[in-house]
């Protein structure tokens, strides 16, 4: 007699979930395996993924590190996971997104369902004419620097399924490789380039930033895109010019 996996988690939702990452496309891992390069294998592959995760056998692979050229100057590090693991990410992020999707603030517009950079720059224009103070703040290096414990704390706050929680953790303790092979332990951070780090990053910033906001700060707006906001106050009675 079969016995019952200790994780439910059906071979559809993995299957769904890789559609989605074929889609998105994305380069390889440090496995080099491309999502052509598994088109002829790929059933095999998902049921092989799906045994794993349904089983709590699962442990992701490192993150391939790439530094790419910001437009200011300097590099942004991406942590680039294998296909399977980014169809693991997207496996969670289908459970997770519908339960803290709804708790957001509504002017949160980073990597959101029907949000856009468009929608914040719009609402920032608006709001311009009616303060006279707008500030722009951009956390610096903060998928990089995301407290572990503190965004698991979160994460466990929703009530998710176990194995979300569990394979959370081991992808934000998976460590990074370079192009030259060096090997980069982590202990805090998310990585830019995973498929779940943006949801997570608006988790974590959910309670360190906008419900303080809300608390702290009723009667000032704020448009924020991921870890890039534009809080407003209002100090004059005159009106201040304002260009977004």
């Known amino acids: ?36 390069g598994m088109r002829d294998r790929e059933r095999d592959l998902m049921y092989k993924l799906w045994n794993r995760m349904s089983s709590g056998s699962y442990f992701p692979e490192a993150v391939r590190r790439v530094d790419i ?11 680039i996971p294998t296909v399977l693991d980014r169809v693991a990410q997207m496996t969670a992020k289908r459970y997770l997104e519908p339960i803290l999707e709804p708790l957001f603030h509504p002017d949160s517009y980073g990597y959101r369902p029907n949000k856009s950079a468009h929608q914040a720059v719009a609402i920032t224009r608006k709001r311009c004419w009616k303060y006279s103070w707008v500030i722009d703040v ?15 704390k979160a994460v466990r706050h929703h009530a998710v399924p176990s194995w979300v929680v569990l394979y959370i953790e081991r992808w934000l303790k998976a460590p ?24 997570l990053a608006n ?3 959910h309670y360190v930033f906008d419900e303080w906001m809300k608390r702290n700060h009723t009667t000032n707006p704020f448009a924020r895109y991921a870890d890039d906001g534009a809080p407003r106050r209002q100090q004059f009675a005159e009106r201040r010019n304002c260009h977004v």
């Open 69 to 79: 050229p910001k437009k200011g100057g300097g590099l942004r590090p991406l942590g």
């Open 176 to 199: 990074a490789v370079r192009e030259d092979g060096t090997v980069i332990e982590r202990k805090v951070g998310t990585p830019q380039g995973g498929v779940i780090s943006p949801l």
């Open 1 to 36: 007699m079969e016995q019952t996996k200790p994780y439910s988690i059906s071979k559809r939702e993995l299957w769904d979930a890789y559609q989605l990452v074929w889609k998105n496309g994305g380069a390889a891992g440090v496995d080099g395996m491309t999502l052509e």
């Open 203 to 205: 988790l974590f910033l």
């Open 138 to 152: 951009d956390i610096k290096g903060f998928f990089d620097t995301i407290d572990h414990e503190l965004l698991l």
